[in-house]
């Protein structure tokens, strides 16, 4: 699923391609995506696009006073071409004035892409719960050691939910934990202070780097840049050698997601046991 680096740099480019561009008129192919119904989603015929934003994972488009927000699940992505995207993968389709045609689409099985239309992004129910973003001026040191102290998690499990912190997935958790030295199953509300600061820079410097990188894969279609494994420290990249150490990536189950790690660089060189086989190793 896009995070925070693919989705931010997905919503600069959406505004800087789209911006002006008046709607001709928008087809909504998958109806179980379409989550609101008044205002009604023709009312977008005729407007032009202002702007575009991201908070956590949702992007939206700018058109007036309404937000056009979408949730790209895990297979979802944004192109914009001369044509609509097949209807066998399209979710949603907005067609401009000048030809152009922006096309969400969604592929695998499991169909979970969303869309709103409503004139505050608030009202977007998922939006209502989340917590600070890791680039936000605001969230210093302190910030996230009030986070980590409310526990509940690992602190793999703590990175990645949006209700603590908002914007970082499975893939870049991986890489930000790889950066701070840290093992996936560590009990965050046990960090002292040096390592909630390093885990603290570690989150800004990973995304802010990822980020930038990102931005330069973008050409002339919106899209949602990926990530390739030279970008990624440890992510996905299992039985290749850390480019830090030079020992094996492991990786582990967490539930349904796949998690990665140095073991020489994160866990003192204990291989973490599978939790669907066995106990964790911490």
Not at 121 to 132: D, F, H, Q, S, T
Not at 140 to 147: G, K, P, V
Request: proline residues 5%; contains cysteine; hydrophobic residues 45%.
């Amino acid at each position: 699923m896009p995070e925070l680096p693919e989705l931010d740099v997905l919503a600069e480019n959406l505004a800087a391609r789209l911006a002006g561009a008046r709607v001709a008129a928008v087809r909504v192919v998958s109806v179980a995506a379409l989550k609101t119904f008044d205002p009604p989603i023709d009312s977008l015929a005729g407007l032009a696009i202002t702007g575009a934003g991201r908070r956590a994972k949702y992007v939206w488009l700018e058109l007036g006073e309404l937000f056009l927000v979408m949730h790209l699940s895990l297979g979802g992505r944004l192109a914009l071409g001369p044509k609509p995207a097949s209807r066998k993968v399209a979710v949603l389709t907005v067609e401009l004035d000048d030809g152009r045609v922006l096309s969400m689409t969604e592929g695998g099985t499991q169909r979970r892409a969303a869309v709103w239309l409503v004139d505050d992004v608030e009202k977007v129910p998922p939006l209502a719960g989340l917590g600070p973003e890791p680039l936000d001026p605001g969230f210093t040191t302190a910030r996230l050691a009030a986070i980590l102290a409310e526990g509940g998690h690992t602190l793999k499990g703590m990175l990645t939910d949006q209700r603590a912190m908002a914007g970082v997935g499975n893939a870049w958790s991986d890489d930000v934990l790889h950066r701070a030295r840290m093992s996936p199953f560590a009990r965050p509300e046990r960090l002292d202070q040096a390592e909630v600061e390093r885990l603290h820079a570690a989150l800004v410097g990973v995304l802010t780097e990822a980020r930038a990188a990102l931005a330069q894969q973008v050409g002339d279609e919106v899209v949602i840049p990926k990530a390739s494994e030279r970008l990624f420290a440890v992510h996905a990249r299992a039985g290749a050698a850390c480019f830090v150490c030079g020992d094996t990536i492991r990786s582990v189950w967490m539930g349904d997601r796949e998690t990665s790690y140095c073991p020489t660089c994160q866990t003192g060189g204990r291989i973490l046991a599978d939790r669907r086989r066995s106990r964790f190793l911490r």
